[in-house]
């Protein structure tokens, strides 16, 4: 290889920055460079920096305008469903393909312990993250819950907010990340993070501002969606108790006996509540009068001539105020009739007005029954109780 003998220099100048260097050199040891040859070759540079810079600005332009009609397009995509999981899966598919990256997660906040759940992964991590849950607060995304701000970070693996278990999982390494919430209103409902940009480029101010836009239209996407499987859940739980209430009312207004009602109405109210043990019984001067009793066995043998007294708390606030009372006891005190009761249901029986009866319900576990149902139940029993009884009395004279 020849010697250099002759050589110049000078930097691609693109304002006050040198974004690279351009030079010559000749192996001729007669050849000098003179000052004009300089001059001259400062001014080729300054030209070439001015072309590099402008198919630069040309490129961004193009991948930002590319980026920004990809987000249109997107956002139009979101609205036009309202089924959560394909929802979550299109955003984060679409968050992790506008910012050209490797990987991505979506994590939803959950609302009664605020913990992080891997709501949907995309690229070369592991599927087995969907569920898994992360403490409130944690790492990166748990920053950008805690901020409600994006949250860049080009070197994970020297920051202090980051974990590696994640990456020890998947066997995938986590270079750079940038994680927005999720926020509707003032209430941060989730987080979307995408992963490692392709070209290797760490991630910018541009891209959190993109993301960030992204994300604002996706919360409401889901916000809604959210809504509506709510609305929708509700509607068809609302059209199921009216197909049970259907058949109650059939069952009771089959029978003029109040013993029989007395049995339906308490085995419905058992079999809606998933109680052990229940009773139901009119209301006496002296106490409660059992009708009908499930899952106490001989225990209320006792009471089967003479009325229950009114002993149970829960019991008496019911006849007092006229509403159901829903308690948990102490399991080690005795506080119900089932011994180790934890939950007890009072449902009072109202007639214009009036507590004519009750329905007593007993578990041994916590039991999150739907009062408003057994409340409903208990009206429309107290028709058929009273019909039964008017029945009796008519029969009798």
């Known amino acids: 290889q020849q010697e250099m003998y002759a050589w110049v220099g000078v930097p691609l100048n693109a304002g006050s920055e040198a974004i690279g260097s351009l030079s010559v050199g000749s192996r001729d040891p007669n050849t000098t460079y003179t000052k004009a040859q300089l001059d001259l070759l400062q001014a080729i540079a300054d030209q070439t920096a001015g072309a590099i810079i402008k198919a630069r600005l040309l490129r961004e332009t193009e991948r930002r305008a590319h980026q920004l009609s990809t987000l249109n397009e997107i956002t139009r995509q979101l609205t036009s469903t309202l089924e959560l999981e394909p929802l979550l899966q299109n955003i984060l598919e679409s968050a992790v393909s506008i910012l050209n990256s490797e990987a991505g997660s979506l994590f939803m906040v959950d609302e009664d312990t605020d913990e992080l759940v891997f ?40 920051s ?44 910018a101010e541009d891209d959190r501002d993109l993301l960030s836009a992204f994300a604002g239209q996706a919360a409401v996407a889901v916000d809604n969606a ?32 109040v013993d029989r009602a007395m049995r ?4 419905w109210a058992m079999r809606q509540s998933d109680s052990q043990a229940g009773l139901i019984g009119i209301l006496k001067e002296e106490g409660v009068q059992i009708m009908a009793h ?4 001989t225990q209320l043998a006792l009471y089967e001539e003479t009325p229950l007294p009114l002993e ?11 509403q159901p009372q829903h308690i948990t006891l102490d399991p080690k005190v005795e506080g119900g009739l089932l011994p180790g009761t934890r939950t007890q249901i009072v449902i009072p029986i109202r007639r214009e007005g009036k507590v004519i009866g009750l329905i007593l319900l007993e578990s ?34």
């Open 160 to 203: 202090a907010e980051w974990s590696g278990t994640t990456d020890e999982q998947t066997g995938f390494v986590t270079k750079s990340l940038l994680a927005v919430p999720l926020q509707v209103k003032e209430r941060v409902i989730g987080v979307v993070e995408v992963i490692n940009r392709r070209d290797g480029l760490p991630f």
């Open 264 to 267: 339906i109405t308490l085995d």
């Open 364 to 397: 041994i576990s916590d039991t999150q029954a739907d009062i408003g149902f057994l409340g409903r139940l208990s009206d429309h029993a107290a028709i058929a109780i009273s019909n039964a009884q008017l029945y009796a009395e008519v029969e009798a004279a």
């Open 312 to 322: 149970l708390a829960s019991m008496i606030s019911a006849i007092d105020s006229g």
């Open 226 to 257: 959210r809504l509506y499987t709510l609305t929708d859940q509700e509607l068809n739980a609302r059209v199921e108790e009216l197909s049970i209430m259907q058949r109650i009312d059939r069952e009771l207004n089959a029978t003029l006996e």
């Open 119 to 158: 709501a949907v992964t995309v690229g070369p991590v592991a599927d087995n993250l969907v569920g898994q849950r992360l403490p409130a607060g944690s790492g990166i995304v748990g920053e950008a819950v805690e901020t409600r701000a994006p949250v860049v970070e080009n070197n994970v693996q020297q």
């Open 294 to 297: 499930q899952g106490y066995g």
